[in-house]
C-alpha cells in the first residue's frame, strides 16, 4: 500500500494513495459507514502501533459524490474516525499537489461532515473554508469525581468545528511542552466529568476534544493553545477544526469580528491564520491557512506471519 506522509505545522498526515475499497458509491459520509464496519482493518493496520505514532491522522482518497470535488476523503487516527481534520486536510492538499494530480487554485472535497472548499496557494500553502462551525453552549461548568483534586469547577464552553471540543479559555497549567503529559491529564480528567455530567454535543455526541488557551509569549499570534485529541495525543498544529470552534466562540461573545485575522498558535509554535464569516442559518463559516510539507512516500508491508499486522489495539 503506497502512502504519502507530510506534516502540518507539526501534526502528521497519512495519505492512502490508491486504495480500492468496495465502499459504495454513496457519499462519502455513505463511504465511511461501510469502511468503519466492515474494513476497519485498513486504519488499523496503517496508524496503529508499530506502523507509526499516535500522532498519526490517517485520510483515505475516495471518489466523490459531488461531481465539483476534486476528492473525496475520509480522516481517521488510533482513536477511531473524525468528521473533519484540518491539518489533515492541509496535508492532503499538499499531497494531491505532489502527486501531479491537482494544480493549484481552489478546489471542493467531499469529506464526512459536508463539502469543504480548498485554495492551494503554494507548493506547501493552503487555506480552507471549513464546515458551519458555532459555539453550542457558554460557560459549561464542570465538576464531579474526575476532578475531585480541583478546588473550583473548570469552566468552558461546547463548540463544534468539525468535531466537538470542550474549550477552557484560561489553561490549568502554562503552555509548554514540558507540561504535555500533565496537560494530557487534566483533558483526561476532564473529558470523564464531560461524560459523567451527560454533557454532549447538540446530537448527544461525544466531546472527545479538549482544548485550552492562554496568551502567547509573543505579539506574532493572538492565542496559543493545546488540543487533546480522541486518541489520547495532543496535537502538534493549532488544530482547524479547534481553531474554528475558538472562532465561533468568539464570535458568539462578539470578542472578533467577521473578517478580522485571528492568529493562533501551537504548543510546539507553528500557527494558523483564521478568518471567518457569518453563516447564514446560525454560527459562523470559518477560513483557516497553514502549511504542510512532504516527509515520506512509502509503501507498507504486510508481511506474512506479522503477528502485529493489523496493529496493537490500546
Given at each position: 500500500m503506497r502512502v504519502i506522509d507530510s506534516h502540518t505545522g507539526g501534526q502528521p498526515t497519512r495519505v492512502l494513495i490508491d486504495v480500492s475499497l468496495p465502499l459504495g458509491s454513496g457519499s462519502v459520509a455513505e463511504q465511511l459507514s461501510v469502511l468503519r464496519s466492515q474494513r476497519?482493518?485498513?486504519?488499523?493496520?496503517?496508524?496503529?502501533?508499530?506502523?507509526?505514532?499516535?500522532?498519526?491522522?490517517?485520510?483515505?482518497?475516495?471518489?466523490?459524490?459531488?461531481?465539483?470535488?476534486?476528492?473525496?476523503?475520509?480522516?481517521?487516527?488510533?482513536?477511531?474516525?473524525?468528521g473533519m481534520c484540518g491539518h489533515g486536510l492541509i496535508g492532503l492538499m499538499v499531497t494531491l499537489y505532489y502527486l501531479g494530480r491537482i494544480d493549484q487554485g481552489d478546489h471542493f472535497i467531499e469529506t464526512p461532515v459536508g463539502i469543504v472548499k480548498t485554495t492551494l496557494t503554494g507548493p506547501n500553502q493552503v487555506s480552507f473554508v471549513n464546515v458551519e462551525s458555532f459555539c453550542f453552549q457558554k460557560d459549561v461548568r464542570v465538576t464531579g469525581s474526575s476532578l475531585a483534586c480541583e478546588e473550583k469547577p473548570i469552566v468552558g464552553d461546547v463548540a463544534w468545528g468539525g468535531n466537538w471540543f470542550f474549550l477552557v479559555e484560561t489553561s490549568p497549567l502554562s503552555l509548554c511542552t514540558a507540561n504535555i503529559s500533565s496537560l494530557t491529564d487534566y483533558g483526561f480528567a476532564i473529558r470523564r466529568a464531560l461524560k459523567e455530567l451527560g454533557i454532549t454535543g447538540l446530537h448527544?455526541?461525544?466531546?472527545?476534544?479538549?482544548?485550552?488557551?492562554?496568551?502567547?509569549?509573543?505579539?506574532h499570534a493572538n492565542s496559543k493553545n493545546f488540543v487533546l485529541c480522541p486518541g489520547g495525543a495532543y496535537d502538534r498544529s493549532p488544530c482547524g477544526t479547534g481553531t474554528s470552534a475558538k472562532l465561533a466562540c468568539l464570535a458568539e461573545r462578539h470578542a472578533l469580528a467577521p473578517g478580522d485575522e485571528w492568529v493562533q498558535e501551537s504548543i510546539v509554535g507553528s500557527q494558523f491564520k483564521a478568518t471567518y464569516e457569518p453563516a447564514q442559518a446560525k454560527g459562523i463559516i470559518p477560513t483557516i491557512a497553514g502549511e504542510a510539507y512532504i516527509f515520506a512516500d512509502a509503501t507498507l508491508i504486510q508481511q506474512s506471519g506479522d503477528p502485529f499486522q493489523k496493529g496493537i489495539k490500546w
Open positions: 476497519d482493518d485498513i486504519r488499523r493496520e496503517t496508524v496503529l502501533d508499530p506502523k507509526c505514532s499516535d500522532a498519526m491522522v490517517g485520510a483515505l482518497v475516495v471518489p466523490p459524490q459531488d461531481s465539483r470535488c476534486s476528492a473525496g476523503v475520509i480522516f481517521f487516527n488510533s482513536a477511531g474516525y473524525l448527544g455526541e461525544e466531546i472527545d476534544h479538549i482544548e485550552f488557551f492562554e496568551k502567547p509569549e509573543t505579539g
